[in-house]
């Protein structure tokens, strides 16, 4: 029994190694059989090694492979076993994010929505159901909506000034990206769910836990991830999930607690839970797509979409302020004589007449982009334009955003913060595709208004009242390799002194 036992053993394992090399052979030859310049793919990993390993960033990864292949309008990659186009030209990018979009609709598709009810929010939402989202949500990041929501942001940039202070008082030396996540972790707080974190000391600890659970990418969770890739079919047979349900539970639970809560008190406060419960209840009809565990989906989402983001932008810039002096000088005098325009308030107005500051944080995402490729699956096979190839259904597409901010071609001295990039004649010097700091598209970033602002009036709260220098601690900021979302792997440490303000 045991023989035959251990031969059926035999003939499997054979049988696994003969399909994977068969499988692996066939992969080699995928982009040499379209006549398209690739690179050569190892076993399981494809191109992706240095990831696996935590040692650079997808970005990075594709960087190297942009600068390879110079006259190439694309390069053929694999994305573990998945054949993966990286494309290079300018205008087959327009087309892909753009022109024909309806082909290449969906970023990633290897995760079951109905299996893992958090992969249903909007970034990862696929085809139909990330339309029909797309749809209900817009309307909750409209220009006047966000006026109304203003004076919450605004209320935490002072908060942020107050505890600046506070520092100050221990010593010159503080910690920005820790300072400053604890800034976006509570306008998410109060703009998305409605809660005063900063008076809520055990919800707010349990929201930085959230935030640093969802963007820690440890081995467990890579190896998860890279399952679910390989085989999404045997991951969802195991009941596995790639984040862990607490967090699940967590925001399942905040929009049911805030949903009761509303209900009964009418007090509005036009923050999103307002806007959802809204459109839940549009024209007294209640839309029952719009469960709990849909709009903690969009919640989670909003969350983890507005945190990492915006302080990665807020640390950058004040960094860069500190190693350049003469640029923060200008851009706190522009700070300060708009806002002595405004009665010596901070106002939404104000913010908008602040071109320095616009210049400025558009260099900050150049140089710090908050991902480092845009990634898409073509949904429906389709020829490219000017080109004999063609793109099946399935295959990944990877916009190189690092490579491209950083081309010289595009961007000369490109390690050089330099504001000046982004005057308006500069801009319109430059092909559109070359910065693409929220992506592009039917598909781009939505809430670009919100995050914007939420970034200036972070910057604001920090500059108007303190200098900042560098210390012999501060470090070029370096992205942690795994994370999707960059997030600076040390901390970034500056010196800080109060300004004499009017
Ligand atoms: C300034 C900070 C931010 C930057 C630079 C940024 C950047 C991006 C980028 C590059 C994308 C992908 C675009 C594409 O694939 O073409 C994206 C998507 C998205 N972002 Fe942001 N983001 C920021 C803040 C936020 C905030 C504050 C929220 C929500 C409160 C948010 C919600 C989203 C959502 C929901 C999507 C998916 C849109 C879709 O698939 O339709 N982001 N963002």
């Not at 707010?204 to 085989?231: C, E, H, N, P």
């Not at 009665?343 to 616009?358: C, N, R």
């Not at 081309?407 to 693409?436: I, Q, S």
Request: glycine residues 4%; hydrophobic residues 40%; positive net charge.
């Amino acid at each position: 029994m045991f023989q035959i036992d251990l031969s059926y053993l035999i003939t499997i394992v054979i049988g696994i190694v003969i399909v994977s090399v068969y499988k692996f052979i066939n992969l080699r030859n995928y982009w040499k059989n379209k006549n398209v310049p690739f690179v050569s793919p190892l076993p399981i990993v494809g191109n992706h090694l240095d990831l696996i390993l935590n040692r650079r960033t997808i970005g990075h990864i594709y960087q190297d492979y942009y600068h390879k292949f110079k006259n190439e309008k694309y390069v053929g990659l694999f994305r573990m076993q998945q054949p993966t186009l990286l494309i290079r030209d300018l205008e087959l990018s327009k087309y892909v994010l753009i022109k024909n979009f309806n082909s290449y609709q969906n970023r990633d598709d290897d995760h079951n929505e109905l299996k893992e009810k958090l992969t249903s929010n909007m970034v990862t939402a696929t085809s139909e159901k990330w339309r029909k989202s797309r749809q209900k949500l817009s309307p909750t990041f409209t220009s006047g909506k966000l006026r109304n929501m203003f004076y919450l942001i605004l209320e935490k940039g002072e908060e942020l000034q107050k505890r600046t202070d506070l520092l100050l008082d221990v010593g010159g030396e503080i910690n920005v990206h820790e300072l400053v996540a604890n800034y976006t972790t509570e306008v998410i707080g109060s703009c998305a769910f409605g809660l005063q974190l900063n008076t809520m000391m055990d919800t707010k600890d349990q929201f930085r836990r959230m935030g640093r659970l969802i963007f820690t990418m440890d081995f467990k969770r890579m190896v998860k991830t890279l399952a679910r890739i390989i085989s999404p079919r045997i991951f969802y047979a195991f009941g596995f999930k790639v984040f862990p349900q607490t967090i699940e539970d967590f925001f399942v639970k905040i929009v049911k607690d805030m949903m009761v809560q509303r209900k009964k008190s009418p007090i509005k406060r036009n923050d999103f839970i307002d806007l959802l419960l809204e459109l839940k209840y549009q024209d007294g009809n209640e839309d029952k797509e719009m469960d709990d565990m849909y709009l903690a989906a969009q919640a989670f989402i909003f969350f983890a979409a507005g945190f990492e983001t915006s302080s990665l932008i807020i640390s950058a810039t004040i960094q860069e302020m500190a190693f350049n002096p003469d640029i923060q000088g200008r851009l706190v005098q522009e700070i300060e004589s708009v806002i002595v325009k405004h009665d010596g308030k901070l106002t939404y107005d104000g913010i908008a007449e602040m071109e320095y500051l616009d210049m400025v944080i558009s260099e900050t995402m150049r140089k710090y982009p908050v991902v480092g490729i845009i990634p898409r699956t073509c949904t429906a096979t389709d020829k490219l334009p000017d080109t004999d190839l063609v793109v099946e259904k399935g295959t990944k597409i990877a916009i190189p955003v690092l490579a491209l901010h950083y081309d010289p071609n595009y961007f000369p001295d490109p390690e050089k913060y330099d504001p000046e990039r982004f005057t308006a004649e500069a801009k319109r010097d430059r092909h559109p595709m070359v910065y693409l700091p929220f992506g592009e598209g039917p598909r781009n970033f939505i809430g670009l208004r919100f995050g914007k602002i939420q970034t200036k009036i972070g910057i604001i709260s920090m500059l108007r009242n303190y200098k900042f220098e560098p210390t012999e601690k501060t470090k070029n900021i370096r992205f942690k390799p795994r994370n999707f979302v960059h997030s600076p792997i040390d901390s970034v440490i500056l010196r800080a002194s109060k300004r004499n303000t009017c």
